[in-house]
């Protein structure tokens, strides 16, 4: 069974800086990519980052570059990612994603298509105070 557990939410100020996890089990991180996603109150979900161990694909949204980093723990199966100067507009529920398509292939716009993960986790809420 695939599960997906994110933590390391809360409530941080503008500015700071903190570190979600999200611990995976029940598939083989080289069959699966792992995306991070958020969705704001009244928004769309949207990509943030996405992993691939087996085809070694690592993929930000153009929002993402500069102030996020996704990165992997190898061996212990849990993805992070790693966000700084947080801004109030960052406020959301982060979800991190897996699936057999997720960040693979040949076109990395559609490494962040949420049809391509297929299991979700329930999600970490983030507020940033200004």
């Known amino acids: 069974e695939v599960q997906l557990v994110e933590s390391g939410g809360g409530l941080v100020q503008a500015g700071g800086s903190l570190r979600l996890s999200c611990a995976a089990s029940?598939?083989?991180?080289?069959?699966?990519?792992i995306g991070w996603f958020r969705q704001a109150p009244g928004k769309e979900r949207e990509g943030i980052s996405c992993?691939?161990?087996?085809?070694?694909?690592?993929h930000y949204s153009d929002f993402a570059k500069g102030r996020f980093t996704i990165s992997n723990d190898n061996g212990k199966n849990t993805v992070f990612l790693e966000i700084n100067s947080v801004k109030p507009e960052d406020t959301a529920v982060y979800y991190c994603?897996?699936?057999?398509?997720?960040?693979?292939?040949?076109?990395?716009?559609?490494?962040?298509?949420?049809?391509?993960?297929?299991?979700w986790g329930q999600g970490t809420q983030v507020t940033v105070a200004s």
């Open positions: 994603a897996a699936g057999p398509l997720g960040c693979r292939g040949p076109y990395d716009y559609l490494f962040l298509r949420s049809n391509a993960y297929d299991f």
């Open positions: 029940g598939f083989n991180f080289d069959d699966y990519g």
């Open positions: 992993f691939s161990q087996g085809d070694g694909h690592t």
